[in-house]
């Protein structure tokens, strides 16, 4: 009898000593690996969208570096001492007068056109596997009714509305994967300017902890670090949490942006931005990684660009393939305008993408980066795997035969392509003969994969 009891004690506890495993540390914390569905997902949609989107301006065209021509950060811009600031502080006194507050626009942020569902239903035409949205930015509106930001959230102000909690919804319904943004710092809140322990103890960690129990997300995308290291921030403390107590803590997934000096070293993928590691170099990682960016020039809407500041479709989905074949991910933002609409151009850019993903998804979902590449590098030419075929990405059609070293292929054929595909394998490299292709049987316009069955 006292065997059978201790059986069914052990039994019974054994769930909460593996929730247990993770402890508040950067070792125990990084040890945890990276769920599955994220290295397999490969493309995902990110959205900002808040109080930024009503002026929606940035200097496009400006020789002010890259970050300066972000429109959401519009806010900090316009109380900014420097070269930027001053174009940013002229164009809104010029339009709004210099005594309109940035506050002033909380009412005029009314998403009356917004329908979540259209949002999407467009995401998952796009081939997107993930999708994550600004639940809160720098300027601290939350786009849920957080306890936390009283009068200051898209529910008690403007749209009147849970825009966290629809998107969700409709995210999950479509069966992809919803993620939150989340911002650690606020750059005006009087508590994070005063007292940064009391901001963590009473305001961020609750919020965090409220974003995951109320919408349990698979991601949780952290930024707005740099201030303060991880230890001011009680970034382990939350993520041992998340990791061993939340309702999400088998699958969510998180970022490296939880302090000073984390990126492309704790957390959970790594991350670049517009090819950039904050402000050093990027490329390729050994961990799981990501890279975000927009479409054009700021992640926010901006309203006053122009097709010269957009990435063309040919362009976007080369940066697909070559992130992937990386060995990373890309998170390709869209800035919908403040009533709620995601700009023609910009689903346009997405329609591309999903008609390329429909004929060649299958070299993108699911694969990882080849080792073999390196000794196959050749211009506009890329490489994933998984464990049966190789695939050969060529970002422009190939004009000469294709030389794999290191393969020895048993079959070839190109993805939407039902013409047969020469090939010869001599030892241990294969060399592919590209096929005359008219417009007629032509599988696409933007890159074309060939599959190598190994």
């Known amino acids: 009898m006292k065997s059978l009891i201790l059986l069914l004690l052990l039994f019974i506890s054994a769930p909460f000593v593996q929730a247990q495993q993770y402890k508040s540390d950067w070792e125990s914390i990084d040890s945890r690996p990276i769920p599955q569905w994220f290295e397999d997902a490969k493309f995902g949609i990110f959205i900002h969208w808040g109080l930024y989107s009503v002026p929606a301006w940035a200097p496009a065209d400006a020789d002010i570096g890259i970050y300066a021509k972000y429109a959401e950060w519009y806010w900090w811009r316009i109380n900014e001492e420097s070269k930027a600031g001053r174009l940013f502080r002229d164009y809104h006194d010029k339009m709004y007068g210099a005594d309109f507050k940035y506050q002033d626009f909380a009412p005029m942020f009314k998403a009356q056109h917004w329908d979540p569902a259209q949002w999407a239903s467009i995401f998952k035409d796009a081939g997107a596997k993930y999708v994550v949205l600004t639940s809160k930015h720098h300027e601290g509106f939350t786009l849920w009714p957080s306890e936390q930001s009283w009068n200051w959230n898209s529910v008690d102000i403007g749209p009147h509305r849970d825009l966290c909690g629809d998107l969700s919804t409709a995210v999950k319904d479509a069966g992809l994967h919803m993620g939150f943004y989340y911002s650690l710092y606020e750059w005006y809140n009087p ?6 322990e009391k901001y963590v ?7 965090m902890k409220d974003l995951v129990t109320r919408y ?43 302090g000073s000096k984390t990126r492309g070293k704790h957390g959970g993928f790594f991350t670049t931005e517009y090819d950039l590691v904050h402000d050093g170099a990027g490329g390729e990682m050994e961990k799981a990684w990501e890279e975000c960016r927009g479409i054009g020039t700021s992640f926010g809407y901006n309203q006053i660009e122009d097709l010269d500041n957009y990435q063309s479709s040919d362009a976007l989905i080369d940066m697909l393939i070559e992130k992937v074949a990386g060995g990373g991910n890309l998170l390709l933002d869209v800035g919908p305008t403040s009533d709620g609409r995601i700009p023609v151009i910009q689903q346009q850019r997405l329609a591309d993408i999903g008609s390329w993903l429909a004929v060649n998804g299958e070299a993108i979902y699911e694969t990882r980066k080849w080792d073999g590449a390196k000794n196959n590098q050749t211009e506009n030419i890329f490489f994933t795997r998984n464990d049966d075929y190789l695939y050969v990405h060529c970002t422009k059609f190939p004009t000469e035969p294709i030389n794999l070293k290191g393969v020895k292929a048993t079959a070839v054929s190109m993805l939407g392509y ?19 292709i008219s417009p007629a049987d032509n599988p696409g316009e933007f890159a074309w994969v060939f599959k190598v069955k190994l």
Request: with cysteine.
């Open 191 to 196: 508590l994070y300017k005063n007292n940064l």
């Open 418 to 436: 039902s013409g047969k595909i020469s090939f010869k394998t001599s030892g241990n490299s294969t060399k592919i003969v590209v096929p005359q």
């Open 216 to 258: 349990e997300p698979d991601i949780l995308w952290t930024d707005g670090e740099w201030d303060h290291p991880s230890e001011k921030w009680k970034s382990t403390e939350f993520l041992a949490w998340l990791y061993n107590e939340s309702p999400v803590k088998e699958r969510v997934c998180v970022n490296d942006r939880w």
């Open 201 to 207: 103890d009473d305001h961020m960690i609750p919020q």
